[in-house]
């Protein structure tokens, strides 16, 4: 099994600033990808951005040149850098990590999730 905590949500005025965190654990051979979705109430969940091992990145082009997504392999920990917050980035934040886990003696596939964190920004 592959955990995965969020923390760094909240509350904060448009144009404000906030820092998400996301670590993984468990029985982890091997993290591909990581990345953060989003979802609004009556809206279905959306890509904001990932990256990969390698350090390849993909952002939404609706945050494109607000957000920053790094990543820490050394303790399989992603953040997500959020400035210029709008209205409209107002959701539940989740975080997603992707790679292989052991079991036992194999080496499967995951694909986990994190709990969410709520983001509210005011207008």
């Known amino acids: 099994q592959v955990q995965l905590v969020e923390s760094g949500g909240g509350l904060v005025q448009a144009g404000g600033s906030l820092r998400l965190s996301c670590k993984a654990s468990?029985?982890?051979?091997?993290?591909?990808?990581m990345g953060w979705y989003r979802q609004a109430p009556g809206n279905q969940r959306e890509l904001v951005t990932t990256?990969?091992?390698?350090?390849?990145?993909n952002y939404a082009d609706s945050v494109k040149g607000r957000f920053t997504i790094s990543r820490d392999n050394a303790k399989n920990t992603v953040y997500l850098q959020m400035n210029s917050l709008k209205p409209e980035d107002t959701a539940v934040y989740y975080c997603?990590?992707?790679?292989?886990?052991?079991?036992?003696?194999?080496?499967?596939?995951?694909?986990?999730w994190g709990q969410g964190t709520q983001v509210t920004v005011s207008s």
């Open positions: 997603n990590a992707d790679g292989q886990y052991i079991s036992g003696t194999s080496v499967k596939r995951f694909s986990s």
């Open positions: 468990g029985s982890i051979f091997r993290i591909n990808t």
């Open positions: 990256t990969t091992t390698g350090g390849s990145t």
